[in-house]
Each structure stands twice: as structure tokens, then as C-alpha cells.
């Protein structure tokens, strides 16, 4: 494999996803974007990014035109790593001609991270695993 080809790679990458400490900046500075939770009702109910927008993947193309601008980027989220649920998402949304990410790590490390988290009683408060993010710092500096 030539360094181009894996130039093109990574770049690509970058283009179609994101990471939970990028979306969070984006939102803290007021960049205009939909941040779309894939999962179904009970996990939707469980938690979710604050500031998401609950549209299952399976209700993208019958709903997606209704609530989101075409105009507007999209991001989606599922579970976590271990789920594919933001790519297939991801994938609904860009069929609809939508400029679309896919948030990597998910739910689990946009709360993991320490990010606001909500359910359906409100605010949840959790501390930064030190696993995923640097307890005394903004950023990981990646």
C-alpha cells in the first residue's frame, strides 16, 4: 500500500466521522448542526447527549425531511463501539442527500467523557472516566 492510499484513508475518515470531544466543542461553539440519536425508545428514555434530536434509524427515511433541514449537517450516534447503529444511521441520512457524520464511541463515551447527559427525569450528573478523557484538562490534546 502506497503512502498516498493511506493518506486518502485517513483523511477520509476524518471527513465521515467525529468523536464525542469534537461534537461538544462544536456545540459549546454554536455551530449549527443536528446531533441525531439512532436508538430505539426505552434507550432513549435511559439517557442521551444533551441536545440530541431522537430519530431511530428505522424512522430516518419516513421522518428525517420532516424534522431536520436538508441544509443542515447531521451527526449521529448509537450505543457505543461495539454497535453499528450510527453507521447505519449515518448511511439513512446521506441516501437523503444530508452532509452527515458518524460520532465514534458513541453514547457510551460521549457520557464516559463526562459531557452532559439527560434522561427523562432530566440532568444526569457523571464524572469523567480516566480511561476516556483527562480528569483535570479540557482536552486530550489528540
Not at 498516498?4 to 485517513?10: E, V, W, Y
Not at 461553539?29 to 440530541?52: K, M, T, Y
Request: net charge negative; with cysteine; proline share 5%.
Amino acid at each position: 500500500m502506497t503512502s498516498g492510499a493511506r493518506i486518502a484513508h485517513f483523511a477520509a475518515k476524518l471527513t465521515f466521522e467525529t468523536d464525542a470531544s469534537d461534537v461538544h466543542a462544536d456545540q459549546e461553539n454554536g455551530v449549527q448542526f443536528a446531533l441525531v440519536d439512532s436508538r430505539g425508545a426505552a434507550a432513549w428514555a435511559q439517557g442521551r447527549a444533551v441536545g440530541a434530536i431522537h430519530l431511530p434509524t428505522g424512522l430516518i427515511a419516513e421522518k428525517a425531511l420532516d424534522q431536520i433541514p436538508q441544509d443542515m449537517p447531521v451527526v449521529t450516534y448509537c450505543w457505543g463501539p461495539g454497535c453499528n447503529g450510527a453507521t447505519r444511521a449515518a448511511l439513512e441520512f446521506a441516501k437523503l442527500g444530508y452532509e452527515v457524520k458518524e460520532m465514534i464511541g458513541g453514547f457510551e463515551y460521549w457520557a464516559r467523557e463526562g459531557y452532559p447527559v439527560e434522561n427523562d427525569h432530566g440532568r444526569v450528573t457523571r464524572a469523567k472516566d480516566p480511561l476516556t478523557a483527562p480528569i483535570d484538562s479540557v482536552s486530550c490534546d489528540c
